[in-house]
């Protein structure tokens, strides 16, 4: 009966989001209040647990979403994206380019989101199709495995971090193995397969557009100083991970402050600023002007917040009904991976409806009272953060709109989208689940 229900619970989800339309924060909540009613909660405790699983991830997940939602909009605004793809690219030379392509994806994706970081770089895409002669997907490919896996894999892209918050896992445990599980996946999926799909797919720019002048651009910030600001927050949240590891018996207040300054609320704030001013009052711009890419930039991160908040609704019922006690126990006698169950679920929830976000949300709530009651390891956590993002990696088709978007700046036709796009999202898919697994039986007794 409990899984009747809970199963019952995701196919409703699916249903008003797919059949009936309903937006997926509405749809999570009215899942959630489907799971308490037929669990036999009282109605006012379904209530009560609607506002604390809503409150408890929003704490966290809300300003870490907006800080880095502010400060991408920052360096999309300074160029730091074209700077970035350009040197690399000069450095690499144009034999090597697609390689830059996928680094430049990589590290442009940890604060812009996928979509806008794929629109800012499309002209540079299309500058080495002309120069070159090869097709557009020898580059674009790259380029598009290096933005989905840092999109999936690493904080504080908004994704891995509301996954991370509501599993209980430590960002900087999650960035450090999602670089090792992204890095091998994305070059799979990028350069390998690009250089391959570019050959048998011959689709080349039309026209002339900002792209052919794109990698003679000047005036705009230093490659050095893109790299730094896009790597503080990384290394200071990693450098608390390290103190709270290794040094976390410690009371010296050097140790206090290392830890404080590492964490991802202040680590954020820290980078907002240091780029609000060298990017944006060092370069001319006014407290005005800032302050409207600040407003602008908490649109979008607004629909991630309240999905994710209602991802923790989901997780709460789940706690408080204790549907997720009695499915721990049954998990208990069963040989089934917990990482590979979290992947499961996230790949039905891809498929059927589409949004990566969706599906992340959807598992996370689903995998986080089964690793409370279970006393699942850090480094279990961590890999369940992983592999949930491997499963709402895999497959794009039809119903995602990142399919739809590739097709159409690439002019692509929906089977060509389906040959290119939809095959390296699910080479990253299928890569980065088999290291998760092979991690997890290296790293967990």
């Known amino acids: 009966m409990l899984v009747f229900i809970v199963v019952a619970s995701i196919v409703l989800l699916l249903a008003l989001i797919l059949y009936f339309r309903i937006n997926a ?11 308490g009613i037929t669990t036999g909660m009282p109605l006012e405790e379904i209530l009560k647990s609607v506002q604390s699983g809503m409150g408890s991830i929003l704490g966290f997940v809300a300003i870490v979403v907006g800080l880095g939602s502010i400060f991408g909009k920052i360096l999309e605004h300074s160029g730091g994206a074209d ?18 392509m996928m680094m430049t994806g990589f590290i442009i994706a940890i604060p812009v989101f996928l979509d806008v970081g794929f629109i800012i770089l499309v002209p540079v895409v299309n500058a080495l199709s002309r120069n070159t002669g090869k097709s557009v997907l020898t580059y674009a490919i790259p380029l598009l495995a290096g933005l989905a896996v840092a999109h999936s894999f690493i904080p504080p892209t908004p994704g891995p971090v509301a996954v991370a918050e509501i599993l209980n896992a430590d960002i900087g445990m999650v960035i450090l193995y999602g670089v090792i599980v992204g890095i091998p996946s994305a070059i799979l999926a990028g350069p390998v397969f690009g250089k391959y799909i570019g050959e048998k797919i ?16 000047k005036g705009q910030p230093a490659f050095g100083l893109i790299v730094i600001l896009i790597l503080l927050p990384l290394t200071l949240i990693l450098m608390r991970t390290v103190v709270q590891t290794w040094f976390g018996h410690r009371q010296e207040m050097v140790f206090e402050i290392l830890a404080f300054m590492g964490h991802p609320f202040s680590a954020l704030i820290l980078c907002v600023l240091v780029a609000s001013y060298f990017l944006g009052t060092r370069r001319g711009l006014s407290n005005s002007e800032l302050l409207k890419l600040s407003s602008d930039a908490l649109g979008p991160a607004g629909i991630i917040i309240l999905i994710t908040g209602a991802g923790g609704v989901f997780k ?23 990482i ?40 279990g956590r961590t890999l369940t953060v992983l592999a949930i993002a491997s499963g709402a990696t895999i497959l794009s088709h039809m119903n995602d709109s990142g399919f739809w ?16 796009w939809t095959v390296a999202e699910t080479i990253i898919s299928l890569v980065s689940i088999t290291l998760i697994m092979l991690l997890s039986l290296l790293l967990m007794p």
């Open 25 to 35: 924060f509405v749809s999570l909540l009215i899942a959630s209040i489907f799971v």
């Open 83 to 100: 700077v970035l793809a350009v040197t690399l690219v000069s450095r690499f030379g144009k034999g090597k380019a697609s390689w830059a």
């Open 202 to 217: 011959q689709i080349f720019p039309d026209g002339k557009d900002a792209g052919t002048d794109i990698m003679k651009k």
């Open 316 to 338: 709460q019922i789940l706690v408080d009904s204790e549907v997720g006690t009695m499915l721990a126990e049954l998990m208990k006698d069963a040989s089934f991976s917990p």
């Open 340 to 379: 590979f169950l979290g992947f499961l679920i996230a790949t039905v929830v891809r498929v059927t409806q589409g949004s990566a976000t969706v599906a992340m949300i959807t598992a996370a709530g689903f995998m986080a009272p089964l690793l409370d009651m279970t006393d699942f390891s850090d480094i």
């Open 405 to 420: 978007l590739v097709g159409k700046y690439l002019n692509l036709s929906e089977k060509q989208t389906l040959q290119s």
